[in-house]
């Protein structure tokens, strides 16, 4: 294979970097639909909280295209379209029934895990490439990511997991 045409580490960051962002902006349109879709208001507000989370981590993304010099854009991430998908289905399927919230965290937490671990990669990347002025940006998308993770478990087992239990 010809040097001129191998893929670099800088590529596959590049390309990690377009799947997140495609990932964040799907994610931003679907918070609001499972916001609505709660039943529990801490569910509804939770969801309401990580979409403007969500909102600064785009922006946050868009800084780091910026350092690469490069136009922010997405390239369509399967995997995020396949949960989300998923968790349509849910809200569909178990529509007003106590199982919902319990379920709407389950696909809440899929997402979270998808994206922690492409931070991470990026974060590592990021280090080995030597891009240090987009460290910082991604550990804070890093870090809401994982606060909202905890708080997901925390609201399953405060409640929506015990009410999912019951026989309607």
Request: proline content about 2%; aromatic content about 6%; hydrophobic content about 45%.
């Given at each position: 294979?010809?040097t001129?045409t191998m893929?670099t ?10 799947d997140?962002?495609?990932?964040e902006?799907?994610?931003l349109?679907?918070?609001p ?16 909280q ?16 910026e ?13 995020i379209?396949?949960?989300i ?7 569909e399927?178990?529509?007003g029934?106590?199982a ?18 492409r931070y ?27 606060a ?12 929506a997991?015990?009410?999912g239990?019951?026989?309607?």
């Amino acid at each position: 294979m010809a040097t001129s045409t191998m893929k670099t580490l800088d590529d596959l960051f590049l390309d990690t970097l377009k799947d997140i962002y495609f990932a964040e902006k799907q994610i931003l349109k679907a918070l609001p639909k499972m916001a609505r879709a709660a039943q529990s208001e801490e569910g509804k507000a939770g969801f309401l909280q990580h979409r403007d989370e969500t909102q600064a981590q785009i922006e946050r993304l868009d800084q780091v295209f910026e350092l690469l010099g490069k136009p922010a854009r997405g390239k369509t991430c399967e995997a995020i379209q396949g949960i989300i998908a998923e968790g349509e289905e849910i809200m569909e399927e178990f529509k007003g029934s106590p199982a919902l919230d319990a379920g709407l965290i389950s696909s809440a937490q899929a997402v979270e895990h998808y994206e922690i671990a492409r931070y991470g990669t990026l974060i590592a990347w990021a280090n080995q490439l030597g891009l240090k002025d987009a460290v910082p940006l991604l550990q804070a998308n890093l870090a809401e990511e994982v606060a909202t993770d905890k708080k997901l478990t925390q609201l399953a087992q405060a409640s929506a997991n015990a009410k999912g239990k019951r026989a309607a």
